[in-house]
């Protein structure tokens, strides 16, 4: 595998016994990470998804981080997380949906 350009960790409220749990989960993440896997995917976006415990930003979940440029992002859905990824094609943040 080459490396990727991106790593996108997205909190799905993992707890240390294993079990998801929590606001992001809750509140979809599951449902992000195929969404974001099938459109990196149909993009021919260099990118990595990750699952991830917490993050300690429940209040604004579902969360994901984008590395190695360290951009958070929050209160995500699928049209917002489109809108990332149309700006990660151009190599650029959403600013406004920054944590």
Known sequence: MEK?????L???SFRLTGEPQGTCNKKGAP??????????SDRGINAMVTSS???KVCGKGPVMVVYPQGWW??????AKVDMILDAMEKGEAVEKLFV
Request: aromatic letters at 8%; glycine letters at 8%.
């Open 10 to 12: 997205v909190c799905n």
């Open 73 to 78: 992002y929050g209160e995500l859905d699928e």
């Open 31 to 40: 449902a992000l990470l195929q969404h974001l896997e099938t459109e990196i």
């Open 4 to 8: 990727p350009d991106y790593h996108i």
């Open 53 to 55: 415990g917490c993050l």
